[in-house]
Nanobody
Framework: QVQLVESGGGLVQAGGSLRLSCAAS????????MGWHRQAPGKQRELVAG???????NYLDSVKGRFTISRDNAKNMVYLEMNSLRFEDTAVYYC???????????????WGQGTQVTVSS
């Protein structure tokens, strides 16, 4: 199995910055993609940013230019640098990692426990 441990959430004023980190551990053969999702109260979970093994990234339109996703392949870690935070960025942020546990096995997505990000207006 794979364990994901997130850190870096908290309370910040609008316009401020936070950096989220997620460490993946366990019997991982390879990592296909890593990403951050978020879920605000009463809303569906949405993909905020993703990064694949080759380094290509994609972002939710509302965070483009403000958030940056990066990964450290040697450490199996993914980061989300969040700048110019807005009240509407308030949500629980979840790390998601899609891995292959063994060669030839189909990929499977594991989720972190979530970390709260609260932006005060």
């Amino acid at each position: 199995q794979v364990q994901l441990v997130e850190s870096g959430g908290g309370l910040v004023q609008a316009g401020g910055s936070l950096r989220l980190s997620c460490a993946a551990s366990g019997s991982i053969f390879s990592i296909n993609s890593m990403g951050w999702h978020r879920q605000a109260p009463g809303k569906q979970r949405e993909l905020v940013a993703g990064i694949i093994s080759g380094g290509s990234t994609n972002y939710l339109d509302s965070v483009k230019g403000r958030f940056t996703i990066s990964r450290d392949n040697a450490k199996n870690m993914v980061y989300l640098e969040m700048n110019s935070l807005r009240f509407e960025d308030t949500a629980v942020y979840y790390c998601a990692v899609t891995v292959r546990l063994k060669m030839g096995r189909p990929p499977f997505t594991f989720w972190g426990q979530g970390t709260q990000v609260t932006v005060s207006s």
